[in-house]
């Protein structure tokens, strides 16, 4: 703590001691610490205890696209220092303005939106419309022309996660693909139906209920977060991501989310008839980037459950997003089978 006083001293952000600091719950990968300075409210996020190799760089990259979103129209925590150095803290981390509002995918509803299905109707079309905007955006006038590479994003997106499935082999005690379902068709699948590449946008790349927050006294979002998985491709799998993490009619879903009352929220179909008022891309082939977005999510959280395996994250939580993982794959393949 008195490491990070003195650089925020040295970034000029407030003066004086550290107050109300407490460690934000809900993810299960990056640290968040929220503390007060000066009056002010600020969050500070930083890798886990045991930083993947490229953990640092991810930070950084997510500073970079919250600084560059200012004024943007998507709501977003407020870029207010990074720091490269990991002398400072022991890795890179960087610090934004604290956001209020509420968290529905791991902290439920609060009373006056479990009382007015109306809200939560338009907590659902608000995040459509978001992610809409986003890929909207111009990435070379926000200044993030070279944050991705666009050009045949989609023809990559398979052997790019296949290989990072592959890679989890170095943990020691993981089970391999085997233990997940599907894996090999989906991906067969998802390269023999690869729709044509669109015009390049911003994306999130891990846009769900568990990534907004909502503001307190409407449907409308408070904040957009977590961008460390954000880049420039094509921004129809920030839908199909949407899509792939959206529960059933009946508020179920893989994921574990327990959101409740689910009833007033829009489903899945709406989603896609909102979004598609608000951008200007062909969303035909929607259903192929959701397929794809299940099979990259479920690459993703195995990757925590393989780390679990060799002892470097909580048992409980890697045995968790493996059996979230096994569900979305088991997703993909019914939409497939439709």
């Known amino acids: 703590m008195d490491r990070l006083q003195h650089w925020l001293d040295g970034q000029g952000v407030g003066r004086g001691p550290l107050e109300g600091c407490r460690l934000l719950t809900g993810g299960t990968q990056n640290i968040l610490l929220r503390f007060e300075r000066d009056g002010q409210a600020y969050v500070l996020r930083r890798p886990p205890a045991h930083p993947r190799p490229e953990s640092d760089q991810a930070m950084l990259r997510e500073a970079r696209v919250l600084g560059a979103l200012a004024g943007s129209g998507v709501p977003h925590p407020a870029l207010v220092a990074a ?25 439920g509803l609060p009373p006056l939106h479990a009382a007015r299905p109306d809200l939560r109707r338009r907590m659902g079309l608000a995040m459509a419309e978001a992610i809409a905007v986003l890929g909207n955006l111009d990435p070379t006038a926000l200044g993030l022309a070279d944050f991705g590479r666009p050009q045949g994003f989609l023809t990559r997106q398979v052997q790019r996660w296949s290989r990072q499935l592959e890679s989890y082999a170095t943990h020691a005690g993981w089970p391999g693909p085997a233990g997940l379902p ?19 946008g911003l994306l999130h790349g891990d846009f769900h209920l568990s990534n907004v927050l909502f ?20 921004p129809l799998l920030d839908l199909g991501w949407l899509l792939a993490t959206w529960p059933r009619p009946d508020g179920s879903h893989h994921l574990t989310l327990s959101i409740a009352p689910w009833e007033g929220f829009v489903r899945e179909e709406e989603l896609v008839e ?12 929607f259903r192929w980037y959701a397929v794809l977005a299940c099979y990259k999510l479920a690459i993703v959280l195995e990757g925590t459950h393989a780390r679990a395996c060799a002892g470097l994250a909580p048992v409980a939580t890697g045995e968790r997003l493996h ?7 088991q997703r ?4 497939i089978e439709r």
């Open 83 to 107: 720091c490269a150095d990991t002398q400072v803290l022991g890795t890179a981390f960087f610090v934004m303005r604290a956001v209020e509002g509420f968290n529905a995918g791991t902290g």
């Open 182 to 200: 599907d894996v090999a068709p989906i991906a067969q699948w998802l390269q023999a139906h690869q729709p044509a590449d669109t015009a390049p």
């Open 215 to 234: 503001r307190h006294d409407s449907g409308e979002l408070a904040a957009v977060v977590d961008w460390e998985m954000s880049t420039v491709g094509d």
């Open 274 to 285: 909102h979004y598609a008022r608000f951008t200007r891309r062909d969303i035909a082939a």
């Open 323 to 329: 059996r979230a993982a096994c569900g979305l794959l």
């Open 332 to 335: 993909a393949a019914g939409w």
